[in-house]
């Protein structure tokens, strides 16, 4: 079978990875697997034919700033996304699985005409956020709005990922959202956790059938491991409380790291990874901030030399994190509001209510029964 999986990244970040994990294992039972993506790619040079780029540096700058200008994310990139569907027929795929089409890469309009006009063709959308149901935000939990239910307008989360500096859009994206996803012939959603599923059935996706696929870690990868990690940062005797994000914002829970590191005395080391350089330079000087750790299995020695790994998220549909740290051995916290709550009760973490009280007193207990 010919399998097009489609996502923003190849081999980074989360999604990324996901991807060419899932292209990994097709091709291990015969598959013929390409991986088009729009932005990031950590691939293999050895198998560029496997992966193809959406357009190119300008066409995602062109994109992101008609998003900024007119709120219109995903409705750039058309001679880009012509060129890649026009790849397509030739590559005539028998499947094709989506992931995250926002990203500033591809053209909706174009490429859901396309998918329309092949009804025998089997979709599959595995959903990473919410974007697919909103008319703007990712996320929407922070804002506490629920206008995606029936119809989005006057956007709370405007400045928010896909930011809009000034016009507000939401409202018509809502409306060319359902438009051009709904109506799909043979099209499964697919999402990682059930907290996720739960808010797709409350959407105007609720047409197609749904199925819960927990995110996997590559477990040669993601498992105890040594590292030289407590002596290269003087850390030898101390408590590490570690956070890792691939952009660690408020969002991700910085602010709450950040009061912790007030809060825990001497015995306690944040480590927190995902961090620009100019957060690094206005952390307090108890946390010692990474800027990212490329290599999969350095980050593994990282995780498994941590006493505690805190995802301090307010808004996860899943938690990759998490189970890469549970898979190495470390102590997981996570807050009780989100889709990480379902892996800390698989995996015997702990689950708290959202707060930088809960997250301490949860740490000074998994310290008093180690």
Not at 26 to 43: E, P
Not at 224 to 249: H, M
């Amino acid at each position: 079978m010919k399998v097009l999986l489609i996502n923003e990244a190849c081999g980074f970040g989360s999604t990324g990875k996901i991807c060419t994990d899932i292209a990994k294992e097709l091709r291990g039972i015969g598959h013929d697997v390409k991986v088009a993506y729009g932005r990031f790619s950590y691939t293999a040079k050895t198998n560029e034919n496997d992966y193809i780029r959406i357009g190119n540096s300008r066409t995602v700058f062109l994109h992101a700033l008609i998003t900024r200008l007119y709120d219109a994310h995903g409705y750039g990139s058309k001679s880009a996304t012509k060129k890649f569907l026009e790849w397509a027929d030739s590559f005539e795929p028998d499947m094709i699985w989506l992931h995250n089409l926002h990203g500033y890469y591809i053209n909706l309009e174009l490429l859901f005409r396309w998918i329309k006009m092949r009804p025998k063709l089997k979709i599959q959308w595995t959903l990473h956020d919410c974007w697919a149901f909103t008319g703007h935000c990712a996320y929407f939990t922070m804002a506490k709005c629920d206008k995606w239910k029936g119809r989005c307008g006057k956007c709370p989360n405007k400045r928010d990922y896909p930011a809009s500096w000034w016009i507000d859009r939401s409202e018509k994206n809502y409306r060319q959202k359902k438009e051009l996803f709904c109506g799909i012939p043979n099209m499964l959603i697919i999402t990682p956790s059930e907290w996720l599923a739960s808010l797709v059935r409350q959407s105007f996706l609720a047409e197609y059938p749904i199925e819960v696929r927990y995110n996997t870690v590559d477990e040669n990868i993601f498992k105890p491991t040594k590292s030289d990690f407590r002596k290269k940062y003087g850390l030898n005797g101390k408590k590490i409380i570690l956070g890792v994000a691939n952009i660690l914002d408020k969002r991700k829970g910085l602010d709450y790291f950040i009061k912790l590191s007030k809060m825990l005395d001497e015995k306690y080391a944040i480590v927190l990874i995902g961090l620009s350089p100019k957060q690094m330079k206005k952390i307090p000087s108890t946390i010692i901030g990474i800027h990212r750790v490329a290599d999969a299995r350095e980050l593994a020695a990282i995780y498994s030399t941590s006493d505690v790994y805190v995802n301090a998220s307010k808004e996860e549909t899943f938690g990759m994190t998490t189970l890469e740290a549970i898979k190495c051995g470390a102590k997981t916290i996570v807050y009780d509001s989100t889709a990480g709550a379902e892996l800390a009760n698989k995996y015997d973490g702990i689950a708290v209510p959202e707060g930088v009280e809960n997250l301490y007193q949860a740490i000074i207990e998994l310290n008093r029964q180690c």
